[in-house]
């Protein structure tokens, strides 16, 4: 299964925020043991490394930053999906580039904790806790 996370997803895990991160470090684990597909977009490199820089070092932002092109495929920030994100109705431009982000990458779910910002379609949206509990069903 094709999935794609925002950036506060891996920022949950990366910076060990409870109690989010645990949900998050379930569908990260399943990630890097072949079970999920897991998709990131480009800006979340940015985004990682501005946040773990102030919150941690400069060390550990780079390492962060590592983790992820390990572990994740890296959807590239193309012309296509910021012409789509700058013409998009949605508030938050950030959150238009994730969305069209996961839609090039042809994710199944969006797994995000700022649900309300995406669209519900075509993308089925959730939260991690979500994401882990309708996989154990």
């Given at each position: 299964m094709r999935i794609f996370l925002d950036t506060n997803v891996l920022l949950d895990v990366l910076g060990r925020r409870q109690p989010h991160c645990v949900p998050a470090a379930e569908i990260w684990s399943r990630v890097e043991q072949g079970a999920l597909e897991g998709h990131i977009s480009a800006i979340s490199f940015n985004n990682v490394y501005y946040v773990l820089r102030r919150l941690e070092s400069r060390k550990a932002a780079r390492e962060g930053l590592r983790l992820l092109r390990a572990i994740?495929?890296?959807?590239?920030?193309?012309?296509?999906?910021?012409?789509?994100?700058?013409?998009?109705?949605?508030?938050?431009?950030?959150?238009?580039?994730?969305?069209?982000?996961?839609?090039?990458?042809?994710?199944?779910?969006?797994?995000?904790?700022?649900?309300?910002?995406?669209?519900?379609?075509?993308i089925a949206v959730m939260t991690p806790q979500e994401f882990v509990g309708m996989e154990t069903v």
């Amino acid at each position: 299964m094709r999935i794609f996370l925002d950036t506060n997803v891996l920022l949950d895990v990366l910076g060990r925020r409870q109690p989010h991160c645990v949900p998050a470090a379930e569908i990260w684990s399943r990630v890097e043991q072949g079970a999920l597909e897991g998709h990131i977009s480009a800006i979340s490199f940015n985004n990682v490394y501005y946040v773990l820089r102030r919150l941690e070092s400069r060390k550990a932002a780079r390492e962060g930053l590592r983790l992820l092109r390990a572990i994740f495929r890296i959807v590239p920030l193309t012309e296509r999906i910021v012409q789509r994100a700058v013409d998009s109705e949605m508030s938050d431009f950030e959150d238009a580039i994730q969305f069209f982000s996961a839609h090039h990458a042809c994710a199944a779910f969006i797994l995000t904790r700022n649900v309300h910002d995406f669209p519900s379609e075509p993308i089925a949206v959730m939260t991690p806790q979500e994401f882990v509990g309708m996989e154990t069903v």
